[in-house]
């Protein structure tokens, strides 16, 4: 019985050697080659998120470019440059393996403000980029509180931030195109707490609206910054300019409307879009009629 046991107890630890033994000792392993490198995910498209403030800044400009990431990273739809510079708006080539914009498939502005340090070269490749390669361009909330001596960029976005007249306040909003992809999920009336732009130089023949404010539900007494005798506020639109397709909504100026999910919801499927990824009219219809507008 006690060879058994010393047999038995050479042949576990025969095992246990084994087991330990290095993979460079057995037979068919070349330590030599090292593993295979992790492969990186392959995004379909790449977009380029651009915060630059040269007027305002608001505070909800970082909540809505780490939003726009991460959509795109949890969605693997696309991959996100983040930048609060102008540098990677050119086509020319930077060298020092900087992107440029024959790199990326689309656009957005995050609540920039001002002249942005864009010099004639990079106005005309942005033009270009847009109208002549059809790639996308999104706008969000100060978008349009942005390059106000620049005329194409106006024609492009739509028009320019011209006061807003309630501040931040329960907005009641009116969907206009239900079937559009990025305002789908919202029903035909609703309220948000955001800060609705005015838009002047702006006209909605020239663009596709999807959000309005509801006029029957406003106050216009006492309100000089009501400047629009048409009491036509809009909330978001769609556009052509040229071959690309753009997107511009006022939503999102709080940092909370970044956590909202019907807003995250309404960017998410506006880059989509613009991305070509989905479809949606661009044409214009005429106002709706209201109840009773208190004109």
């Known amino acids: 019985m006690r060879h058994v046991r010393i047999a038995l107890f050479l042949f576990l630890s025969f095992l246990i050697l084994k087991g330990l033994t290095p993979a460079q000792d057995q037979p068919g392993v070349n330590s030599s080659v090292a593993p295979p490198p992790h492969i990186k995910q392959i995004h379909l498209k790449h977009i380029l998120v651009v915060g630059q403030t040269k007027g305002w800044e608001h505070e909800s400009v970082s909540d809505g470019m780490a939003a726009i990431y991460n959509m795109g990273h949890e969605s693997g739809l696309w991959d996100a440059t983040l930048r609060t510079d102008t540098e990677l708006i050119t086509k020319k080539d930077l060298g020092r393996n900087a992107k440029d914009l024959e790199y990326f498939d689309a656009l957005v502005f995050v609540s920039t403000t001002g002249e942005l340090d864009l010099d004639d070269s990079q106005k005309k490749d942005m033009m270009s980029f847009i109208k002549d390669d059809g790639k996308g361009f999104v706008g969000v909330h100060a978008a349009l509180d942005t390059n106000y001596k620049w005329p194409e960029y106006g024609e492009m976005i739509g028009g320019w931030f011209d006061q807003h007249p309630w501040s931040t306040f329960n907005a009641p909003i009116l969907n206009e195109d239900p079937d559009f992809p990025a305002v789908r999920h919202f029903p035909k009336a609703f309220v948000k707490y955001d800060e609705i732009y005015q838009p002047k130089e702006w006209s909605r023949d ?40 753009v997107f511009y909504s006022t939503l ?30 661009t044409a214009s219809h005429p106002r709706p009629q209201a109840s009773s507008d208190q004109r």
């Open 206 to 245: 020239k663009v596709n609206v999807l959000l309005s404010l509801d006029p029957a539900k406003l106050n216009y007494a006492n309100n000089p910054r009501i400047h629009r005798t048409d009491h036509d506020f809009a909330v978001a639109w769609d556009k052509m300019y040229g071959k690309g397709r």
């Open 252 to 281: 999102g100026h709080t940092e909370e409307a970044w956590t909202d999910p019907d807003i995250r919801k309404m960017y998410f499927e506006a880059i989509k879009w613009v991305l070509g990824m989905t479809d949606g009219s």
